[in-house]
């Protein structure tokens, strides 16, 4: 199951509650605030940008625009759980979980002018949980929490595989196995302005989770469909991918170190949209088809507690495009990203048990398919205090 702890960004603490019981129902109110201070060199778009570097801002950088420096807070979360203990059917779980803004697009990244500083509250998790069920808006059963180590950047590593969606997980254990099956909402991404929802069925994913005393090894697998049905032609195409995921604590407590391997048709999920799923082409007899992006992508990191107050993360990652000139995610920029390279560095600091303070470094480096080579450096301080 989900385990209940909540991650930041890539970074996951264990916040303090506000209880409240009555009779058999838990109640639980918490969350926390995040403020960012971050500073880009080489141009990501725009001042806000400089506080959440996606691997697709690599379309708008360019070493002429200069540094880009900016503060938010939007980052900030409240989550709520009531857990009733002793219904009808057992114990039932019920979560709930929103940020102000953090999430692209107008509605949930838009910034209103005059110096006010407004965002809007979005929806992260809402979902149910009862006996061996999820039912609700959670992470992509594809996703293994194991890969997320201490990072404070939200635009996350460059072979990140990330997702958050309605869905319906059924989840078994036996021994050191659990197994995981979801079936969860679907979408299309064919490029700009070319985001469908003209799926017939959920995407099927499969993860199966292995954890003895030496460590922890996942695999999982989806299985898609990508269609677009317009009033001028209709075009699908089955495609899919997997992830294998491998964590291990070398010294107890102290260190650890993971490693992560995607491929295939995954799209979307991987690399923080930075490839399409598919390009739409025309074949000999003039129809429509198309064409899914296949990608591949590592990552390896560790991290490090160097005392009870002080710790580091350490990780590097790659993705490319192994479908070179089919991918139609350009933002409106005339070019796309053939591949993409990023490197984080960190220092973070607990000076309470609620009160953290960070600095990180991150390195990202693209190649377009217009053989431009963005070269971006982040510099980001944060605060999070957990309430």
Do not use: C
Not at 45 to 55: E, L, Q
Not at 240 to 254: C, D, H, L, R, S
Not at 255 to 273: D, L
Request: proline letters at 2%.
């Amino acid at each position: 199951m989900i385990a209940t702890s909540i991650t930041v960004a890539m970074i996951t603490f264990m916040p303090t509650f506000v209880d409240a019981k009555a009779s058999d129902i838990d109640f639980k109110l918490g969350g926390f605030i995040k403020v960012n201070a971050a500073l880009n060199t080489n141009g990501i778009n725009g001042i806000d940008d400089a506080s959440g570097s996606y691997n697709a801002d690599l379309l708008f950088a360019h070493e002429n625009k200069g540094t880009r420096f900016g503060f938010n807070s939007k980052e900030t979360r409240l989550h709520g759980t009531l857990i009733k203990n002793d219904s009808s059917i057992g114990r039932i779980k019920a979560y709930v979980e929103g940020n102000f803004g953090v999430e692209s697009g107008a509605d949930g990244n838009a910034v209103e002018a005059y110096g006010t500083n407004n965002t809007r509250f979005v929806l992260r998790h809402a979902y149910v949980e009862v006996g061996n069920f999820l039912i609700g808006q959670t992470i992509s059963t594809f996703i293994d929490p194991r890969s997320f180590l201490d990072i404070l950047d939200y635009g996350g590593n460059a072979a990140i595989v990330f997702a958050r969606q309605t869905q319906i997980r059924y989840t078994a254990k036996l021994d050191d196995f659990t197994v995981r099956v979801s079936a969860e909402n679907p979408t299309a991404n064919l490029g700009y302005n070319l985001i469908t929802d003209d799926q017939r069925f959920p995407d099927l994913v499969g993860r199966i989770d292995f954890d003895p005393t030496w460590g922890h090894f996942s695999v999982a697998g989806i299985a898609r469909e990508i269609r677009i049905d317009t009033d001028v032609y209709e075009a699908h195409q089955l495609t899919g991918g997997f992830v294998a995921t491998a964590n291990k604590e070398i010294i107890a407590g102290k260190i650890e170190i993971m490693a992560q391997y995607i491929r295939g048709g995954i799209g979307h999920y991987g690399a923080f949209s930075a490839f399409s799923d598919g390009i739409i082409l025309t074949d000999d007899n003039g129809t429509k088809y198309i064409d899914p992006v296949n990608i591949q992508g590592v990552t390896v990191g560790t991290s490090i507690k160097w005392t009870e107050k002080f710790k580091s993360t350490f990780m590097g990652s790659w993705a490319e495009n192994l479908d070179t000139g089919h991918n139609t995610q350009t933002l409106g920029t005339g070019h796309s990203i053939e591949n993409v390279k990023s490197l984080h560095a960190n220092l973070y600091y607990n000076l309470t048990e609620e009160l953290l303070f960070g600095f990180e470094y991150k390195k990202m480096i693209g190649e377009l398919s217009d053989d431009t080579k963005p070269n971006v450096n982040r510099y980001q301080l944060t605060m999070i205090f957990n309430f």
